[in-house]
């Protein structure tokens, strides 16, 4: 069936629009899915109080190359909790802090440990120090590169600490913005990769 030209090249320039505003609309946060751990640390009964605190030299998230992709990103992340292998449940839109601190909180919920919104001075703090936050691409690849450090304080002057450090590639398809996978992938592991049942045991909880 013969097409009119003024037909076809309105159905283009309506394609080219909502491409165009998909894409803006797909850059302005970055969904994030957190695979919990299959097995649990056994710590049923502990409490803490939960503090995380952003130390990055460096604020911007990204770098140059995907600071221009992701120009109307928001600073904001789009939180999915997965146990098994299902998709996982969308918590809300969370800072970067904010991110770190419900994932590290669904870690410990999941652990048995119950995270205190006011706690007493005996309650055990446990702080997460970021670090390093940083993404990027080029033509052939996502780069993420993240550091933190959790201190937990015990009991009297007892206190334990970890340093957990994680950088990933994976391939970027050309003119793909979806750098989803690989900030879920990076960031289920440097949350799982941390030791909890040792951690607790050096601070003697």
């Known amino acids: ?120 001075p005996a309650t055990p703090r446990m702080t997460m120090v970021l670090t390093r936050f940083v993404m990027d691409h080029d033509e052939t690849r996502w780069t993420a590169q993240v550091d933190y450090r959790v201190e937990l304080s015990g009991t009297g002057t007892r206190r334990a600490s970890q340093n957990i450090s994680a950088t990933e590639e994976r391939l970027r398809l050309p003119g793909s913005r979806d750098a989803g996978p690989l900030l879920s992938d990076i960031f289920t592991e440097t949350i799982n990769r941390l030791d909890l049942a040792r951690l607790f045991a050096d601070a003697g909880i």
């Open 1 to 120: 069936m013969h097409i009119p030209l003024r037909h076809a090249i309105a159905a283009v320039m309506m394609l080219t629009a909502v491409v165009a505003l998909g894409g803006c609309a797909s850059t302005d946060y970055l969904p994030v899915r957190y695979q919990l751990p299959h097995t649990a640390d056994p710590l049923a009964g502990r409490q803490v109080a939960l503090e995380v605190i952003d130390q990055r030299s460096r604020t911007v998230p990204f770098g140059p190359t995907m600071s221009q992709t992701f120009r109307h990103f928001t600073g904001n992340f789009a939180l999915s909790v997965a146990r098994g292998d299902e998709r996982g449940i969308l918590l809300g839109a969370f800072d970067l802090t904010g991110l770190f601190r419900r994932a590290i909180t669904e870690r410990l919920s999941a652990s048995g440990v119950q995270v205190l919104d006011a706690a007493s």
